[in-house]
């Protein structure tokens, strides 16, 4: 067999892979941590191989199975530059004709390595399942290229990691994040992310505004006309949009956000016509596949709205957002379906996902059942996408709304909201100085998410513009270099409480909510006295991160750059 058509013909038995891996390939490849762990036992499986194979044959340069990092590092610059095919088939023939290209240059001798490694490395871009593709390259491409090739995948996932923090938060919003060492209230010395003014604010100044990535109403108010389900606004009696086969019965303030959500997660989620394209879906026209879709969203809007928790909802319109933000990569330019802004969270390359990994989340435990009715809708969207949330993901990423979430309340909030029914450890919370039971809605904010809290904050978020977006408000002055707080529960002393029972409330709010003792200056100073023999309670910070943040977190506060060799066990 010609070696130009090797690998093609293993390619052709083994498929190109399915779209329902194409829409979310660019997440897997970056963040999976068992994929980076394959990428260091093939490389270091290798690098024994290679060298023995280099200096036992007389035909192949022993430099060129061991070029330096910067060399590589220089050879890759011009792919990112590369204007990667938008269209399934146009994917396709690129793909097919840098593997060709490929082998091709490796036919040519040892001194055409790096451009063939290259050609590789760039169909590994376009590819919707590059575990399995490296793998039939460890088969088929010579051996000396092939180790080039996993380097130069090791060097693209360390520098998007690595690189992430260098963008964000946008530059515009004039804050950065640091990693600090803490102590919490039982001793141990954890790593945290925290959010840092980069200039100067003035008490009354706005920090910054940020619009939520995902937000939802209050389960006791969608449905009910009274607010706009995108942007939470109070609607006139009467003037609600109501949108016709809607199965969670939304109702929207303006035409504009009706179509924003139903573009972000609305339609995949409850809507009655397909959020994937016809061309991308084949079974959209199907009768019995439109049946059991309508079944699930109708099954999935009765949990919601049964289930009275706003974390179920952020969870799945996360999802959803990030199915269909992938889904429209892989259009042709110019489609309808393609929104006409940029989203300010996908710019530089990176993905939803790439934000939510990062953030910290509490370990809870799983209801049994619950994702089950998230993977029956995208699985009725497209075959594959069910795979997407296993039961495991899906706690995390409940964990992640419980730690992250804010209240979304306006000019103080509002006292109609009905009691829960919960018992008071499994009531949800969220981050909201005027308290949960007053706010309308919630919303995940990517960069508020690293606001740490404190009972004396220097911040606080406003939503005074009566919508979804947050401004962050300084109260009082704030130096570049300062970290920025904000109370993430009513810590103001009622009108039936003393100085100590406020505080004993505010703290056992912080405790169930998200599991650590506050360890600020006003609960020391407000601490009663130890002869009044109540014993401050020593609680373990219970919050995580994923195992890749705290690699980087470790190597932020080290000044190592480990991430290739690390173990990435350590999830603390």
């Known amino acids: 067999m010609a070696p130009v058509n090797k690998t093609l013909v293993v390619l052709a038995a083994a498929g190109v892979g ?39 044959n007389s035909g192949t340069s022993s430099s060129d199975a061991s070029l330096p990092t910067a060399e590589i590092l220089a050879a890759m610059k011009g792919v990112k530059d ?20 490929g082998e091709q240059l490796c036919a040519r001798g040892p001194e055409f390595a790096v451009e063939a490694a290259l050609a590789f490395f760039r169909a590994l871009r376009v590819y919707p399942s590059p575990v399995e593709l490296i793998m039939i390259f460890q088969n088929t491409v010579p051996e000396p290229v092939f180790k080039i090739v996993l380097e130069m995948m090791r060097l693209d996932v360390k520098g998007r990691v690595e690189g992430y923090y260098e963008v964000f938060p946008p530059k515009r919003m004039n804050v950065s994040t640091k990693t600090v060492e803490v102590t919490d209230s039982s001793g141990a010395k954890i790593l945290k992310r925290i959010l840092v003014a980069d200039k100067d604010f003035t008490a009354g100044d706005v920090i910054y505004k940020e619009q939520p990535i995902v937000s939802v109403l209050d389960p006791d108010l969608e449905g009910k006309g009274s607010h706009c389900s995108q942007c939470h606004r109070k609607i006139d009696d009467g003037a609600a949009l109501t949108p016709d086969g809607d199965r969670l019965t939304s109702a929207f303030c303006s035409e504009e956000c009706q179509a924003k959500l139903r573009l972000e997660s609305q339609t995949l989620l409850f809507g009655p ?67 006409t802004q940029t989203d300010e969270w996908t710019e530089h390359g990176y993905t939803l996902f790439d934000h939510m990994e990062r953030v910290r989340f509490l370990e809870l435990n799983g209801r049994e059942g619950e994702a089950e009715y998230l993977r029956a809708i995208l699985k009725a969207n497209l075959q594959g996408l069910e795979d997407f949330v296993t039961d495991e993901r899906y706690t995390v990423l409940i964990g992640k709304m419980a730690y992250n979430a804010y209240g979304i309340s306006f000019s103080g909030g509002r006292d109609d909201k009905p009691p829960p029914s919960a018992s008071p450890e499994d009531v949800e919370l969220t981050r909201t100085p005027n308290g949960t039971a007053r706010q309308v809605g919630a919303g995940f904010f990517a960069v508020s998410s690293y606001i740490s809290h404190s009972c004396g904050p220097c911040a606080r978020p406003s939503f005074e513009g009566g919508t979804s977006e947050m401004h962050l408000v300084a109260t009082r002055d704030i130096k570049a270099g300062d970290e920025i707080t904000v109370s993430y529960v009513d810590a103001t002393v009622h009108d039936d409480e003393d100085v100590v029972q406020a505080r004993y409330r505010r703290r056992k709010e912080l405790a169930r909510g998200w599991r650590f003792a506050c360890q600020c200056d006003r609960c020391a100073r407000e601490a009663p006295p130890s002869s009044a023999g109540e014993k401050e309670t020593e609680l373990k910070d219970e919050s995580k991160v994923e195992p890749i943040v705290s690699q980087i977190d470790q190597e932020a506060a080290s000044g190592t750059s480990q991430l290739a060799a690390a173990d990435t066990t350590t999830v603390d």
Do not use: C, W
Not at 38 to 47: A, F
Not at 85 to 94: C, I, L
Not at 279 to 297: F, H, I, Y
Not at 317 to 339: D, M, N, Y
């Open 82 to 101: 590369d204007q990667v095919p938008t269209t399934p088939e146009d994917r396709e023939k690129y793909f097919m004709s840098q593997v060709e290209n």
């Open 18 to 56: 399915a779209l329902a891996y194409a829409i979310y390939f660019d997440h897997k490849r970056r963040t999976d941590t068992q994929f980076r762990k394959r990428l260091r036992r093939e490389k270091k499986k290798l690098d024994k191989s290679v060298s023995q194979t280099a200096t036992s």
């Open 273 to 339: 016509e397909y959020a994937i394209p016809a061309e991308l879906n084949p079974n959209s026209q199907d009768p019995e596949a439109v049946k059991k879709r309508e079944d699930a969203q109708i099954a999935f809007a009765r949990f919601v709205r049964e289930s009275g928790r706003v974390q179920v909802l952020l969870v799945a319109r996360f999802i959803a957002r990030q199915v269909v933000s992938e889904t429209v990569k892989l259009l042709p330019t110019g489609h309808p379906a393609i929104p």
